[in-house]
């Protein structure tokens, strides 16, 4: 099946449900990483668009690079306030973006599904010399909630293959991406979630059952049970960090 289309009828779940990324995260790229408020950006797999909404309040031009329809519209209505925005309809390998367009280029949450050499070319021939960042929210598994989450998902969830779609950390993807030289940063990022964005959370993810599979009752009465379990006047802290995988190509 084609990737892309995991997340068709997910846009929903994913606008209300994914969080966005640490603020010091954001600092970094620019206090460390040498991003200025007129560089140039693109964002590979931009989704719905919660990235690059923390580049564009920076007062970037972000062209943000999406190949699945749903993801790509909730972005364009998520992000229109925005002058700098740009909806690409591209991929990884083909961005459509002219050659030396870019200043530097992210993708957050996306590089687990791109064929790793594809991507390496295209960021060569779309940069003017700048980094690729490497981005995740990635869930602190030694904690209680996101162990019970993770059981539920192998449970119900026949696709999963482990959060970040199975990626660990220095993942022999992202050594062979950058051919083994990057730096790498972390930042703790705690998510606060009510039920309804608990629960989209959930169903935002390209494994998750939908309305009308198999058990997805028993699926959808299991999360809500797991909320209520752990939550404390109507709300889950979910252990959570964004962190950053920076080099060049």
């Not at 602190?140 to 998902?153: A, G, Q, T, V």
């Not at 999360?223 to 190509?249: K, Q």
Request: hydrophobic letters at 35%.
């Amino acid at each position: 099946m084609d990737a892309t289309k995991l997340f068709d009828g997910h846009a929903e779940n994913y606008t209300v449900g994914r969080p966005g990324y640490a603020r010091e995260l954001i600092d970094c790229l620019y206090d460390r990483y040498g991003v200025k408020q007129e560089s140039v950006i693109a964002d590979i797999g931009s989704g719905t668009g919660k990235f690059a909404a923390q580049l564009l309040e920076r007062g970037n031009i972000v062209y943000g690079v999406e190949p699945n329809d749903d993801m790509r519209h909730a972005a364009e209505n998520e992000l229109r306030r925005f002058t700098g925005f740009h909806s690409v309809a591209g991929d990884a390998a083909n961005t459509t973006l002219a050659a030396g367009s870019v200043d530097f280029i992210t993708t957050a949450q996306a590089f687990h599904w791109f064929d790793v050499e594809a991507f390496r070319r295209e960021c060569a021939r779309i940069l003017r010399g700048g980094k690729v960042f490497l981005i995740w929210n990635i869930r602190d598994e030694s904690d209680p909630l996101n162990r019970d989450l993770y059981r539920i998902y192998r449970q119900f969830c026949p696709t999963f293959k482990g959060f970040n779609g199975g990626l660990k950390k220095d993942d022999p993807r992202i050594t062979e991406f950058f051919r083994g030289e990057y730096e790498f940063v972390s930042f703790d990022n705690p998510l606060q979630q009510d039920c309804d964005t608990f629960l989209a959370r959930s169903l935002s993810g390209s494994y998750s059952l939908k309305a009308g599979d198999d058990r997805y009752e028993e699926y959808m009465k299991t999360l809500t049970d797991t909320f209520e379990r752990y939550a404390v006047n109507g709300v889950v802290t979910v252990a959570n960090g964004s962190v950053a995988y920076i080099g060049t190509v």
